[in-house]
């Protein structure tokens, strides 16, 4: 994890959200958690509620799950559905996936309101795990 007073500046990446719309991987005047995950992913599985949680709880803070190394299309919406998540969701790509150094998931970012990243983490994390690394 990244000290809280380093910051790291990230590109502005865009990716397809699963309704085909674009979205821009970046904050927007609000505290972002940019969430990787991959559906077949069983820890991704059991934290993805915990995400959902902290979303519904903070409007002031931002979410954005993207799908890497996914079987197909379908199973990142089925995923989606599974969850009953209301965050955006979008397919990832190499790209970002080696942009962003991602190795395992669930991989955070967090990105402040300046589009910095702040901090970063992966593996399983509460609902109160994620909201403190907001801080």
Same mark, same amino acid.
């Given at each position: 994890?990244?000290?809280?007073?380093?910051?790291?500046?990230?590109?502005?990446?865009?990716?397809?959200?699963?309704?085909?719309?674009?979205?821009?991987?970046?904050?927007?005047?609000?505290?972002?958690?940019?969430?990787?995950?991959?559906?077949?992913?069983?820890?991704?599985?059991?934290? /993805?509620? $915990?995400? +959902?949680?902290?979303?519904?709880?903070? !409007?002031?803070?931002?979410?954005?799950?993207?799908? @890497?190394?996914?079987?197909?299309?379908?199973?990142?919406?089925?995923?989606?559905?599974?969850?009953?998540?209301?965050?955006?969701?979008?397919?990832?790509?190499?790209?970002?996936?080696?942009?962003?150094?991602?190795?395992?998931?669930?991989?955070?970012? /967090?990105? $402040?309101? +300046?589009?910095?990243?702040?901090?970063? !983490?992966?593996?399983?994390?509460?609902?109160?795990? @994620?909201?403190?690394?907001?801080?």
């Amino acid at each position: 994890m990244l000290a809280s007073d380093s910051t790291m500046p990230m590109n502005t990446f865009v990716v397809e959200k699963l309704n085909g719309e674009q979205l821009f991987v970046q904050a927007e005047d609000k505290t972002t958690v940019v969430y990787f995950f991959a559906p077949w992913c069983q820890v991704c599985n059991l934290s /993805i509620e $915990n995400l +959902e949680g902290l979303h519904q709880k903070n !409007s002031n803070i931002a979410i954005i799950a993207i799908a @890497l190394d996914y079987e197909s299309r379908q199973s990142v919406i089925d995923f989606a559905k599974r969850h009953n998540l209301s965050f955006p969701i979008a397919y990832g790509n190499n790209e970002i996936k080696t942009a962003f150094k991602v190795k395992a998931y669930p991989s955070y970012y /967090i990105l $402040n309101k +300046e589009n910095n990243i702040v901090s970063k !983490s992966l593996g399983y994390s509460t609902e109160a795990g @994620l909201y403190l690394r907001t801080l």
